[in-house]
């Protein structure tokens, strides 16, 4: 069972930027793929970015050229860089880690983000 504990959210300004870490643990981190989902009230949970344990990224529609996905595989660590945020980013946001074999979801308890003037 994969431990994932989340920091770096808070309140930001519009146009602003916020770097969220996931710390993981409990489990054996090059076997993880790791992402990055999102959910705003009333919303479903959405796709922010991933990262394959090959370091391939994929990234939401809503969220390219302003969030870049990175880990650190010495630190067991995936991270979040948040630029250029908008009122619309506003979200809980959770890690994921997915173990490749068997497809095995862990999550994060969530970490809030508020974009706002």
């Known amino acids: 069972q994969v431990q994932l504990v989340e920091s770096g959210g808070g309140l930001v300004q519009p146009g602003g930027s916020l770097r969220l870490s996931c710390v993981a643990s409990g489990g054996i981190w090059s076997m993880l793929d790791m992402g990055w989902y999102r959910q705003a009230p009333g919303k479903e949970r959405e796709l922010a970015a991933t990262?394959?344990?090959?370091?391939?990224?994929n990234y939401g529609d809503s969220v390219k050229g302003r969030f870049t996905i990175s880990k650190d595989n010495a630190k067991n660590t995936v991270y979040l860089q948040m630029n250029s945020l908008k009122p619309e980013d506003t979200a809980v946001y959770y890690c994921?880690?997915?173990?490749?074999?068997?497809?095995?979801?862990?999550w994060g308890q969530g970490t809030q983000v508020t974009v706002s003037s």
């Open positions: 990262i394959k344990r090959g370091g391939n990224t």
């Open positions: 994921n880690a997915r173990n490749y074999r068997t497809d095995f979801d862990s």
